[in-house]
């Protein structure tokens, strides 16, 4: 039976209460008070994508309709151009290490990774009624998470050679994206979104997101703690550009990482890799089933060389091994740099029918993830960075006979 939202919205109102609140702030609920805004946002139509070139225009209540049983796609309203300039152009194929090289660099940093600051990232993260990218708890978070990160270059000492901005948006959460120059402008990037929802009425209940994707938030922002350690990185002796993307308005259809790779396809910025970490401390039902933990590496959508060069990484600096699996379409913002032509990846927790199924609720906690699973990720992400940071692809691609201009 279904109940009209607005008087499913009235019954839920008095029940809900905040879960995170600044000192300076009063304590109110990240609701909308506008209520011919609401009326508005219900029958307004958004252009969405569920497979290439499968496109209709839909409301928003019927976006989570489509969420709700399983069904990924781009929201396009505001990036229909998005892929158009690469598709366009000749391509090249990407090239990449056929496996590590940097041990002797890379091992030392990995002892410096930290569940306990992961974990102590996280319950603030998720003391957030809800991270959805509309409401103003979405804000609070994305401004407590850039100052976090701010705050990690500041202990680093690394304020001179590293930045971190807010990428802005109009929906008021804003994506983040940290840069660490290298010698050059190729650049290799490491993303996870932040935000959070709840798809049953994402503006009035509570979305603690621990591991969709608090736990890719944390994951990353570990790796980028400990690689500030290496005063190679940090003083840009490395050769190609490292950032580290957080995305807004992931579950909304990858709006902020759309945005972003619109913005570097438009620049023609040369993006030579890019992993997404999306859910990376659940294990439970791996186990469960009997099954061995592992990191899933997602093999449908994604660029085939980048993907075995991760599994590499994998084998070379992680404890437990990989699983093939697959996602789908547009299943996480590596998606949205596929589409803006540049080489993508994506990593999860596990075997993607064994991944979290608290996710998109209110159950969605800390309780149920693995810090020591979360870890192994950090590791990996971390000695992925690395790698990278110093690989030489000119040196790479002109030995594989695939300099600029050539096709695949």
């Not at 974990?119 to 003391?127: G, P, S, V």
């Not at 957030?128 to 401004?143: A, C, I, L, N």
């Not at 005063?231 to 990482?257: C, M, P, Q, R």
């Not at 692809?393 to 695939?402: N, R, V």
Request: hydrophobic letters at 35%.
């Amino acid at each position: 039976m279904k109940i009209a939202q607005a008087s499913l919205l009235a019954l839920l109102l008095p029940a809900v209460s905040a879960r995170f609140v600044e000192d300076k702030e009063i304590d109110q609920v990240g609701v909308y008070t506008d209520w011919a805004k609401q009326v508005d946002e219900t029958t307004q139509k958004y252009h969405i994508e569920l497979s290439p070139g499968e496109t209709r225009w839909v409301t928003e209540e019927e976006k989570w309709e489509l969420r709700r049983n399983g069904q990924r796609f781009f929201d396009i309203t505001d990036t229909p151009e998005l892929g158009m300039l690469s598709a366009r152009s000749a391509k090249v194929k990407a090239v990449f290490p056929k496996k590590p090289t940097l041990q002797k660099e890379i091992n030392p940093l990995l002892s410096n990774l930290s569940k306990t600051e992961m974990k102590d990232h996280l319950e603030t993260f998720t003391n957030f009624h809800t991270r959805y990218y509309k409401s103003d708890y979405g804000r609070q978070s994305s401004e407590w998470l850039l100052k976090t990160v701010k705050d990690t270059i500041k202990d680093a000492g690394a304020e001179k050679y590293v930045s971190a901005a807010h990428f802005q948006h109009s929906w008021g959460q804003n994506s983040i994206i940290a840069t660490i120059p290298g010698k050059t402008n190729k650049t290799v990037v490491v993303g996870a979104h932040q935000d959070s929802i709840n798809l049953w009425l994402p503006s009035v209940l509570a979305a603690p997101g621990a591991d969709d994707d608090g736990s890719g938030t944390v994951t990353i922002l570990e790796a980028f703690r400990v690689i500030l350690t290496s005063e190679d990185i940090v003083k840009g002796n490395h050769e190609n550009t490292l950032e580290f993307h957080w995305y807004s308005a992931e579950e909304g259809g990858l709006l902020g990482s759309q945005a972003i790779f619109s913005t570097y396809e438009k620049a023609q910025r040369n993006i030579k890799a890019m992993l997404q970490q999306d859910m990376t401390g659940f294990v439970s039902k791996t186990l469960e089933a009997g099954k061995t933990e592992s990191v899933g590496v997602i093999v449908d959508f994604v660029d085939p060389n980048l993907t075995e060069f991760i599994k590499t990484i994998i084998v070379e600096y992680c404890d437990i091994p990989y699983v093939e699996t697959k996602c789908g379409y547009a299943c996480s913002d590596h998606a949205s740099a596929s589409k803006a032509g540049y080489p993508s990846a994506f990593v999860i927790e596990s075997a993607f029918e064994y991944s979290d199924n608290h996710i998109h609720s209110t159950d969605d906690k800390i309780s149920y993830l693995s810090f020591d699973h979360m870890l192994q990720h950090a590791r990996m992400t971390l000695a992925f960075a690395y790698e990278l940071a110093f690989a030489d692809f000119d040196k790479l691609e002109k030995k594989a006979g695939t300099s600029l201009g050539d096709d695949l």
